[in-house]
């Protein structure tokens, strides 16, 4: 299903936190860190939109002595959930890190998160470490990578 994915704009940061604090009970960005990644050079966000209104967006942060991009978040309207929202925006992510010359995405995700698991196997990243105690509740996460590679526009990546 097809997704009009663009960049979003300051006047998107009320529908981005709510987006947030709706998908993430906890471990969640704050008006101020997401308005800040928003404007950062070393940040790629996109956003999902749909008849006007934003249903998810995607985040990923970037140094400029690394070639690996870190997904840092994945977050869909909980309303949207299972129409392919979060495989769209991921598809995206990963072009734009293309596009900036990156070649690998790394993440973390909960351990008891059954359905983002799912997202990143499908996609192709691999798992490669887990830590410990990393998220506000105890909670470990466990870590993916996926080495990223040219992108035919009609199918993804080749």
């Given at each position: 299903?097809?997704?009009?994915?663009?960049?979003?704009?300051?006047?998107?940061l009320?529908?981005?936190?709510?987006?947030?604090?709706?998908?993430?009970p906890?471990?969640?960005l704050?008006?101020?860190?997401?308005?800040?990644?928003?404007?950062?050079?070393?940040?790629?966000?996109?956003?999902?939109?749909?008849?006007?209104?934003?249903?998810?967006?995607?985040?990923?942060?970037?140094?400029?002595?690394?070639?690996?991009?870190?997904?840092?978040?994945?977050?869909?309207?909980?309303?949207?959930?299972?129409?392919?929202?979060?495989?769209?925006l991921?598809?995206?992510?990963?072009?734009?890190?293309?596009?900036?010359?990156?070649?690998a995405?790394?993440?973390?995700?909960?351990?008891?998160?059954?359905?983002?698991?799912?997202?990143?196997?499908?996609?192709?990243?691999h798992?490669?470490?887990?830590?410990?105690?990393y998220?506000?509740?105890?909670?470990?996460?466990?870590r993916?990578e996926?080495?990223?590679?040219?992108?035919?526009?009609?199918?993804g990546?080749?």
């Open positions: 299903m097809p997704f009009d994915i663009r960049t979003p704009h300051a006047r998107d009320e529908a981005l936190l709510a987006i947030e604090n709706a998908a993430f906890g471990d969640r704050s008006r101020r860190s997401l308005r800040r990644l928003m404007e950062a050079k070393s940040a790629i966000i996109c956003a999902t939109e749909e008849d006007g209104r934003i249903i998810g967006y995607a985040l990923a942060l970037t140094r400029r002595t690394s070639t690996i991009a870190r997904l840092y978040s994945i977050a869909v309207d909980p309303a949207e959930s299972g129409r392919g929202v979060a495989a769209a991921l598809l995206e992510l990963e072009r734009r890190v293309l596009d900036r010359g990156l070649r995405v790394r993440l973390e995700v909960r351990e008891d998160n059954e359905g983002a698991i799912r997202l990143y196997q499908r996609a192709g990243y798992p490669f470490g887990r830590y410990e105690n998220y506000q509740d105890g909670m470990s996460a466990l993916y996926k080495a990223l590679r040219a992108f035919n526009t009609e199918s990546p080749r």
